[in-house]
């Protein structure tokens, strides 16, 4: 993942235990709805989004939060030790720790969660499939069966133009697989993260793994469908993307990412 160096990586982001039931919150006008699981989505380099989650997170009061950021390792070495966060952040390619120091800051004594594959098993997803690297649970969390065809071809679409239309078309139904891949870690995470912490949990993550038709909620459904799953979508503005809940926020002042694929 690199959002620092990468334009085309930029642009993409641009665009089971029960527990008595929560009511639902409202953290300083954010809407925190009763969940389990709650999905807060983003745009990465958004700090008003960044605010909001925030926000949310001190509504809600995880028992554990897992970051799409962190690794499963960073995230252990972020618990043991809260002050070298900005050190592990500084070593990754997400936009500056000053956006996300809001969301640590509202954690309170929520467990810090690493959900991030290793960059080579990204990569391995293109030679060995998603399902393979996953694992046992693959078939649990959707990984086995493929896609319908309209849906496959509407999400090669939108990864096609995320990335600016500057790789190839024929190179998008990788991209596609390691968004499934990524979000059934994703998920799987939450899962883990429920039975051993408790309700709530919460998942930080961007916008196109929070949406409820093919992110982090539809494989949860799949994979724990007793477990309460709620989504929080923080936008730019209402694309239509489908959330639980939709709160939108100023846009970030930033150049087109695609400028830089721009012939004169």
Known sequence: MSLKSNPLILAAACAMTVAPARADHLGNGVFVPEAEIVILGEVHDNPDAHKEQANAIAALRPTAVVFEMLTPEEGMKANQDPGAIAGIWAKSDWPDFALYAPIFAALDSAKIIGAAAPRESIRSVYTDGSAALFGQEAEQYGLTEPLDPMQQAARETMQFEAHCKAMPLEMMAGM???????????????????????????????NGHARTDWGIPAVLARAAPGVAVKSIGFVEADGGMPFDHTHIVPPANRSDPCDTFKSD
Not at 182 to 203: C, H, K, Q, T, Y
């Open 176 to 206: 596609v697989d390691i968004q499934r891949y990524r979000d059934a870690l994703f998920a799987r995470a939450a899962v883990d993260a429920l039975n051993r912490f408790g309700p709530p949990i919460a998942v930080v993550a961007g």
